[in-house]
C-alpha cells in the first residue's frame, strides 16, 4: 500500500473535508498493527494471485466458523490462522503447537520447584511474567522427579525480548506476527501480549488484551477479583492512569471502550479477522474491497455496540478514500472541489465523512507531535543500540536449553 502522494489537488481535498496532514506510516499495535490514523492512504490494484487470495478467503472462513462456535473459540489457532495466510510463517503449525506446550509444560515445572500451587491462577500469572522476561532454570531434580504432572525436557529457558528493528513492518510484514515472537523470542507490542494470552490460554487461566494508542497489553484479576494491567513489552505493571496520561487517552476513548477495555477470546478472534482484512489489504493493495469489507462488518458484530475497534474504523476510512479516488477516474474528475457536482462522488465523498465523525465520536484524538516526535526518537535510539549489539532478532533461535 502506499500514500496519495499524486492524488489530484490533494491540498484542495484536505481543506474540503477539513482535515490536517498527520504522520503516515503503522506502528505495531494490538493482535494487531495499529495505524497512525492517515486518511490518505489508498491502494492500486494490481495482477492478482488467485491461490494465494484463497489463503485469505479459507483463513476468514475458519475464523468466522469460530465466531459462529460452528469451531471451538481458540486464540491459538486464530492466530496461525491469520498470519499462514500471508504465507512463508516462521514456523509450521506443529512447532507452533510444541512451542507453546512445551512453554506452558515449563512454567508449572517451574512453579513445582518454587513450592508454588499450579491451580493457583495468580501463580500461573506469575510464572508467564517470569517466563517471558527472565532466564529461568530448572534443576536436575526437579527435572526428573516423578510429582511433575508433565515431563519436562529443557532445562533452562531463556527471555523474549523486544525487537525495535523495522517495528514498523515496512520491510517484513511477518514482524508482525506472533508465530515470529515464538520462533526468535522476540516480538514487539502486538506480538508479545498475543504470546501471554496464547499461554495463558494454554494454561486454562483467565486474561484479556487491551489497547491504549499505538500500544497493546495484558489484564487479569488478581486473587482478590481487582484488575492488574502487566506490559509484556516493557516487562512492567502498569495502571490505566498511565496509560492515560501518557499516551492522551481521552475520557470518550474509554467511555465508548476502545482503549482500556478487556478483550475476551471471542474479541480477540474477531480482532484477527481484522487484521486479516489489513493484511489483504498491504499484499493485494486493496483489489477486493469486498473481501476487506465483510471481514470487517462481521468482526465489528462482536465489539460493545458493534462499533468499538478503532483500528476497523481506520481501515473503513481508508476504503472510502479509495473509493472515491476511484470512481473520480471514472468521471475523470481531478478536481476535488468538483466532486459535489456528481451525486455518486457526493455520496462517496459524504461516506467518508460520516466515518471521519464516527471516529472521532469514538474518542480517538491524534499524539501530538512532540509527544510523536520523542516516541519515534526513542524508538530509533533504541533500534540502534539493538544493531550495535549484534542481535539477530530475526532468526529463529532455540529458547530452550536441554541438558
Known amino acids: 500500500m502506499k500514500k496519495i502522494s499524486s492524488f489530484p489537488n490533494l491540498q484542495g481535498f484536505k481543506n474540503l473535508v477539513g482535515l490536517k496532514k498527520i504522520p503516515s506510516f503503522y506502528i505495531l499495535h494490538s493482535t494487531f498493527l495499529i495505524f497512525f490514523h492517515s486518511t490518505f492512504l489508498v491502494c492500486f490494484s494490481q495482477a492478482q494471485n488467485i491461490n494465494a487470495k484463497e489463503k485469505f478467503t479459507n483463513s476468514a472462513e475458519a475464523l468466522k466458523q469460530m465466531l459462529q462456535s460452528k469451531k471451538e473459540l481458540s486464540v491459538k489457532d486464530a492466530y496461525y490462522t491469520m498470519e499462514s495466510a500471508w504465507g512463508n510463517v516462521y514456523c509450521s503449525k506443529e512447532e507452533y503447537n510444541n512451542y507453546i506446550k512445551s512453554s506452558a509444560q515449563f ?81 514487539q507490542c502486538s506480538t508479545l501480549p498475543a504470546v501471554y494470552i496464547i499461554l495463558a490460554e494454554e494454561l486454562k487461566i483467565k486474561a484479556w488484551i487491551s489497547y491504549a494508542p499505538y500500544h497493546s497489553f495484558i489484564k487479569f484479576k488478581n486473587n482478590k477479583g481487582v484488575m492488574q494491567n502487566y506490559d509484556p513489552a516493557s516487562k512492567l505493571f502498569i495502571t490505566d492512569q498511565l496509560y492515560e496520561d501518557y499516551l492522551f487517552i481521552s475520557a470518550d476513548a474509554e467511555k465508548n471502550r476502545i482503549y482500556l477495555d478487556t478483550l475476551g477470546k471471542q474479541q480477540i478472534i474477531a480482532a484477527c479477522l481484522i487484521d486479516l482484512a489489513r493484511m489483504y489489504m498491504v499484499k493485494f493493495n486493496c483489489s477486493d474491497l469486498n473481501f476487506v469489507d465483510d471481514c470487517i462488518n462481521t468482526a465489528l458484530n462482536y465489539f460493545p455496540l458493534h462499533e468499538a475497534n478503532i483500528q476497523a474504523w481506520f481501515i473503513k476510512s481508508n476504503l472510502a478514500v479509495n473509493r472515491l479516488y476511484q470512481n473520480m477516474d471514472v468521471y475523470g474528475i481531478k478536481d476535488i472541489s468538483k466532486v459535489d457536482s456528481i451525486t455518486e462522488l457526493k455520496k462517496l465523498k459524504d461516506e467518508y465523512l460520516q466515518i471521519e465523525a464516527k471516529i472521532k465520536e469514538l474518542g480517538y484524538r491524534d499524539i501530538p507531535k512532540e509527544q510523536y516526535a520523542l516516541l519515534m526518537e526513542r524508538y530509533k535510539k533504541k533500534e540502534e543500540e539493538q544493531v550495535s549489539s549484534g542481535i539477530h532478532a530475526k532468526e529463529k533461535r532455540e529458547l530452550f536449553l536441554k541438558e
Not at 527435572?143 to 517484513?172: C, G, L, M, R
Not at 510484514?173 to 522476540?186: C, D, I, M, P, Q
Open 107 to 187: 512454567i508449572k515445572a517451574w512453579l513445582s520447584e518454587k513450592n508454588l500451587d499450579t491451580n493457583d491462577q495468580m501463580n500461573l500469572h506469575y510464572g508467564i511474567c517470569k517466563f517471558l522476561r527472565d532466564t529461568l532454570y530448572l534443576s536436575l531434580s526437579t527435572h526428573n522427579q516423578q510429582q511433575v504432572a508433565e515431563p519436562v525436557e529443557a532445562t533452562t529457558h531463556f527471555p523474549f525480548s523486544y525487537d525495535y528493528i523495522d517495528f514498523k513492518a515496512q520491510n517484513d510484514y511477518r514482524n508482525t506476527f506472533v508465530t515470529k515472537a515464538f520462533a526468535t523470542g522476540t516480538g
